[in-house]
């Protein structure tokens, strides 16, 4: 497990990334936090002609809030984004995902957008982020586009960053104060990918009316997936546990889980639909008008 | 707890340091893959991507081209020079080289090897290679491959089948016909393995000078020399293995012979140290260390009160492509084949097949930990369909304590025990009551809870018969263990011991037994391996064995220092020996203690003073003592009937499971295992290796499998698909002691680095079985894996 | 193939060397550095075995290359020792309470605890699990390895009194 050669470069801009891409040709590829591009790389599954090493661009790093959104710089370490007091105001449900990420090792090298890029369809972070509304922004030499996670996802290890794009933040609509959120999901091992995961927003006005619904399920599909018929038939709604109850099915619609060793499609489902039970319940109970 | 085998001690069964350790925690261990020697050479190796494949070419004109590429090697190259690998069986039809010969066998095989400057380039290297596959359906399905009449995983054998025999020991058709009921079971072992955290690793140096092969490998392997000179052709004495090789985890499984071989031979073509080490993939896949993978179909006899009279076991085992020893894995368990119970008769047909899938090799307990398996379900399914409680059936059927020495149907002696003592033991950790209520409570608010009760042994120290059951022209009747002790002139002691050791803290247990008889601070004696040309005969730490084996030859060892002491004293005071009393090196007079040696007087008689010596003494200061495994020496009766194992430790395990019925994931909530290996040596190691050996155990019972796919593809290559517990999937262990000395030992000691790992998979099938029986629901299939009892929970739900 | 020359500080020495981009951290450590009590388990990050710290927390050295360690401060198990080199607080722990059996994956248990102790050395059960969740020891079944961190965090403690 020794990588095939490559030749190395260090960007210490932005600019320095594109500009690198673009000469790349689709041949180059950006290294981040390294925790799945490293292994792909031993495993010689991935062989680019070109690494672009971005730990050292400054600008590239870091947590705040613009606007109304809380933004994180796509090559922000895990770790830092778990500790963050912005991320645990503003986005909790990315807090409570990334603290199942992996392990203190990985996630002290990992960034938050190193996990969006490779988009594992049922990695933490890319389905906390779905649920959040959240976009990110993609920079080229031909300048900066805003995708909706929405549109971002293609399929498993897909997306719509082209290969002469580097992805540079992370925007998360700031979450409603009196949003409840909660992510549930199921690993064989604690660290592990999830097999399956759910994501849930909710909120509610003083007569107990959802506001605002979101859920999303990881593991049981091409992509993470919102269940927005589902968030439908909450929106407006009178919540209580039997109604959250009635509107599961509508989970059993939208996704169309695969096989693999670790589970198969009817297991997938059943879970996913289990999860997303918890993950309701959980997010209306932390909810406050 | 510490052991009482009624002799005032001073160093064993005490607290004390496990003298490895200080290397271990300052970087100093010494693993092969931390062995530099000038010039060496790297290889790499290239696996089939087919399970069964025709190769009808190999181009390595581009990979040898490559700068820093010294050599790439092929199977019909490799095959030219060398023997094929000898099996455990005869089997001639089956020819096994390292590398692969006009045909792959297992997705993973190993088809070429390069040897480049660094490891780096020799990978590039293997990107070069063209091999040129006719891929062939493949022999995946053990069942299928026992009962195919046309495609053969080796043509040449013209059958699957690599083993199949019958034995009955008692009355077991008179059994049957005089029990109240009878059940049948089918119970499934997966394939897993203890794969540890150092790969395989083997750095090989031929020196034409000397004409010594120099080998330092990562090995745990009784006959890995022989293996190495049978295979390469050489004489066994040319062949130096450095057995002061730290070894990164093995529990059976570092066998790497084939391996050994390809460095050896490349080494020898190439005139420079070759080294190999495996990285995980190739490893995982084509490393040759996958388990037993097993399914057993038993039927059992009983009467209404639970009383277990007979078992009728046929066990099918797929031992992959290559068998190596693998079919040894269904003989050994017959030392212990009605496990810790009184049953009266027992009939044992055995089937091992080959497949294509990677080789199977022995691992921790040598078939042992899927039989214990095997033996508490059946237990547990008698149980359940007489209503009777898990508990009070194994107390009715457990071997009692006055029954010792007891002689099972197949002719094993179990040494001695005290079943129901050490159960007791265990309910009492436990907190039994409280547990139940525990359960209870939890099942009331809707949870699934479920308790754990095992009891099963841990043989110890086996003496290799078994070999001789499956194959008479085998006529095997030691397995012993020698070690040499030395005292300089100084006075200072050293021992010698064969074999590398794997973390079992052999180095403490030598030093503390010889300590203990010479009456030396143990941190005082140096231990050190010899090489395997230079240290007395050896065994390997299979077998649970060291403490028996080398634990008793050093006693005896130490026995014959004190003996030469004593009559270099007796000698020089012109006293009668029986006069004379040892005590911390000095001998002295009993009846006048101020007529003495001392120890410093000794060793200078021994080195300088040859006329002070007894007539006919040699001079110099040492002993040697290789051990013969007690009670063996003898081929089996006319019945079959053989002692194999000479000691047999008893453990009871109480895990407690919850499983959620939303995920069907199992979390191992609480763990409490008691455990009799007679005297403990050092109290540390052995609680040590009783509770690693478990949460080993709980990783094959929930999560750990060498996955493949209906064509063979093999999906478990990586550590994110082949799973090992972490710590957060290991509850906290609770253990205690209890000591019934083997009498067969130096000091009363058993073995106690399997049994963790015999008992702990049964325990956590029954405890997840307890937490279904709500449901009414079972699984006799290993690994638990929690999307299989997910679906079982929810078609239970739903009927 | 050009070798960038990297200039780092290992356990406190100031080293350079060149090498070649795709050799990882790991390998260069063990091989360029003679540095070989970081360990090689799995090469794809699941193992631990080869955790260090860089620039003083844990990470995986299999994960990075060693043209990324450049200006950086590691410290390996060697780096752990007291300046003679014999054992120092938590590994002497290691060695009293046993925590572990072949050796392999103690330097990767000792660099995780190192980093939970350094920030606090009265963790909870809890937290010395999370601290070596990500590192695999098949041996031991981590109980001893958990009372050696928890012996040496009390041994921390009274030495901090």
Not at chain 1, 235 to 256: F, H, T, Y
Not at chain 2, 407 to 429: F, N, R
Request: charged share 20%; hydrophobic share 40%; net charge negative.
């Amino acid at each position: 497990m020794k990588p095939a050669k490559f030749d190395y470069v260090r960007a210490e801009s932005i600019d320095q990334i594109v500009d690198a891409l673009d000469k790349g040709d689709g041949e180059a590829i950006v290294l981040a936090g390294g925790q799945t591009l490293m292994p792909m790389l031993a495993m010689r599954l991935a062989r680019p002609a070109t690494v672009i090493d971005i730990n050292n661009v400054t600008d590239l790093s870091g947590i705040g809030i613009v606007g109304d959104e809380l933004v994180i710089m796509a090559c922000t370490r895990q770790a830092e984004a778990l500790a963050s007091p912005l991320v645990r105001e503003h986005a909790p449900l990315l807090a409570e995902a990334i603290a199942l990420v992996g392990h203190q090792q990985t996630r002290n090298r990992g960034t938050v957008g190193g996990s969006l890029s490779h988009a594992d369809p049922a990695s933490e972070i890319p389905l906390a982020a779905l649920a959040l509304d959240a976009s990110v922004s993609l920079r080229s030499v031909a300048g900066t586009r805003r995708v909706q996670l929405a549109d971002y996802f293609l399929g498993p290890m897909m997306t719509a960053r082209a290969d002469n794009e580097v992805l540079v933040s992370v925007h998360f609509p700031i979450m409603s104060g009196g949003a409840g959120s909660a992510f549930h999901e199921v690993s064989e091992r604690r660290g592990d990918f999830a097999v399956v995961a759910a994501a849930a927003i909710i909120e509610v006005d003083g007569a107990g009316i959802c506001t605002a619904a979101a859920l999303a399920i990881g593991g049981a599909d091409a992509t993470p997936r919102r269940i927005a018929a589902l968030e439908d038939k909450l929106q407006g709604a009178k919540l209580d546990g039997a109604l959250i109850r009635s509107v599961l099915p509508e989970i059993a619609l939208a996704v169309a889980p695969g096989d693999d060793q670790h589970a198969g499609a009817a297991y997938r489902l059943r879970v996913a639909t289990n999860l997303a039970e918890r993950a309701l319940l959980e997010a209306f109970d932390g909810a406050r008008a | 707890m510490t052991s009482d085998p009624g002799r005032n001690l001073h160093y064993v069964a005490k607290k004390r340091r496990v003298r490895e350790d200080k290397r271990f925690v300052t970087g100093n261990g010494k693993y092969v893959q931390d062995i530099v020697l000038p010039d060496t050479r790297h290889a790499a190796v290239l696996p089939s991507p087919y399970p069964r494949a025709r190769i009808l070419s190999i181009d390595t004109a581009a990979a040898e081209a490559l700068d820093g590429v010294h050599m790439v090697l092929t199977g019909a190259q490799l095959a030219a020079d060398c023997n094929p690998i000898r099996l455990g069986l005869k089997l001639p039809g089956i020819k096994w080289y390292p590398l692969a010969v006009d045909m792959t066998r297992y997705a993973g095989e190993w088809v070429a090897i390069v040897v480049a400057d660094d490891a780096y380039i020799a990978e590039d290297a293997l990107d070069l290679i063209e091999v040129d596959y006719e891929p062939l359906d493949a022999v995946v399905d053990p069942e299928v491959a026992f009962a195919e009449t046309e495609r053969f995983v080796h043509p040449d054998h013209g059958s699957n089948v690599l083993y199949h025999g019958n034995f009955v020991w008692g009355g077991v058709d008179e059994d049957f016909a005089a029990a109240d009921e009878r059940l049948d079971l089918r119970v499934r072992w997966g394939r897993s393995a203890t794969v540890p955290i150092e790969t395989f690793g083997v750095l090989a140096q031929w020196n034409e000078g000397t004409e010594i092969l120099d080998i330092w490998a990562s090995i745990q392997m009784p006959n890995f020399v022989e293996l190495m000179a049978s295979t390469l052709g050489y004489p066994l004495n040319s062949i130096r293995l450095h057995q002061d090789v730290d070894v990164g985890g093995s529990y059976g499984v570092k066998r790497g012979i084939k391996q050994s071989v390809l460095a050896a031979y490349l080494s020898r073509k190439l005139r420079r140290p070759v080294r190999l080490i495996e990285d995980r993939l190739w490893n995982m896949a084509g490393g040759d260390a996958h388990g037993p993978d097993r399914i057993f179909d038993t039927q059992v006899a009983f009467n209404k009160d639970g009383v277990i009279r007979s078992l009728k076991i046929r066990a099918l085992d797929d031992a992959g492509a290559y068998p190596g020893r693998a079919p040894f894995q269904l003989a050994k368990p017959i030392s212990a084949l009605v496990g810790p119970y009184r049953i009266n008769s027992v009939q044992y047909e055995a089937i091992s097949v080959a497949t294509n899938k990677t080789g199977q090799v022995p691992v921790r307990g040598f078939g042992q930990a899927p039989t214990n398996y095997m033996i508490e379900m059946v237990v547990d399914a008698v149980a359940r369909h007489l209503g009777l409680d898990r508990l009070e059936i194994r107390r009715r059927n457990l071997i009692e304590a006055h029954e010792f020495p007891y002689k099972i149907p197949p002719g094993s002696e179990y040494d001695s025990g005290d079943y129901q003592t050490v159960l007791q033991k265990c309910l009492d950790l436990a907190r039994y009551k409280d547990l139940l209520q525990r359960r209870d409570r939890a099942r009331a608010e809707g949870r699934l809870a479920g308790i754990g009760i095992v009891t099963n042994l841990e043989p110890g120290g086996g003496n290799n018969i078994f070999e001789y059951l499956m194959d008479p022209t085998a006529e095997i009747t030691t397995f012993m263990e020698g070690c040499e002790v030395r005292v300089d002139s100084q006075g200072n002691i050293t021992g010698i011991m064969g074999t590398t050791t794997s973390g079992q803290g052999h180095e403490t247990m030598f030093a503390t037994i010889l300590g203990e008889e010479l009456e030396f601070d143990p941190d005082d004696i140096r231990i050190v391996h010899g090489d395997s040309l230079s240290s007395l005969p050896t065994r390997s730490p299979i077998a649970s064995r060291m403490a028996i084996m080398l634990g008793s030859a050093a006693a005896g060892a130490a026995g014959r220092i004190k003996d030469r002491a004593m009559a270099i004293a007796a000698f020089n005071l012109d006293l009668p020996v029986a006069q004379l009393e040892y005590s911390a090196g000095t001998v002295s007079d009993r009846n006048d203690p101020s007529r003495k040696l001392t120890w410093a007087e000794i060793c200078f008689i021994a080195y300088r003073a040859y006329h002070k010596l007894p007539e006919g003494m040699e001079p110099g200061f040492q002993a040697q003592f290789v051990f013969q495994v007690p009670g063996g020496g003898k081929l089996p009766d006319e019945n079959n009937r053989v002692g194999i194992y000479p000691c047999f430790s008893f453990q009871a395990h109480i895990p407690y499971v919850e499983i959620d019925p939303g995920t069907g994931r199992v979390t191992v909530v609480d763990y409490a295992i008691a455990h009799d290996c007679g005297t403990v040596i050092n109290p540390d190691i052995v609680r040590g290796m009783v509770i690693g050996g478990l949460a080993h155990g709980i990783g094959a019972a929930l999560y750990e499998k060498f996955a493949y796919d209906d064509e063979g593809q093999f999906l478990s290559a990586t550590f994110a698909d082949y799973l090992m517990p972490s710590v957060h999937e290991i509850p906290d262990v609770k253990d205690v002691e209890h000591c019934t000395p083997s009498p067969l030992t130096s000091h009363g000691q058993k073995g106690s680095g399997e049994g963790g790992y015999l008992g702990a998979p049964a325990a956590i099938a029954s405890a997840v079985n307890d937490a279904l029986s709500p449901l009414g629901v079972t699984v006799h299939e290993l690994p638990m894996r929690m999307h299989k009892l997910e679906a079982l929970i929810n078609e239970a739900n739903t009927k | 193939m050009s070798k960038p020359e990297i200039n780092l500080t290992i356990n406190g020495h100031e080293r350079s060397a060149a090498v070649e981009p795709r050799v990882s951290l790991l390998d260069f450590l063990r091989e360029d550095m003679a540095l070989s009590g970081t360990h090689t388990g799995c090469e794809h990050g699941v193992c631990g075995a080869c955790s260090i710290l860089l620039d003083g927390v844990p990470i995986r050295a299999c994960l990075m290359l060693a043209v990324q360690a450049d200006g950086c401060h590691v410290t390996t198990v060697e780096g752990l020792c007291n300046d003679d080199g014999g054992p120092g607080v938590l590994q002497d722990a290691f060695v009293e309470a046993h925590g572990m059996q072949c050796g392999y994956c103690t330097p990767g248990m000792l660099i995780s605890a190192q980093a939970l102790l350094a920030e606090n050395d009265d963790p909870t059960l809890e937290q010395i699990k999370d601290a070596i969740g990500g590192n695999l020891c098949r041996c031991t079944g981590y109980v001893q390895i958990i009372e050696s961190i928890q012996l040496a965090a009390a041994r921390l403690r009274e030495a901090r009194s």
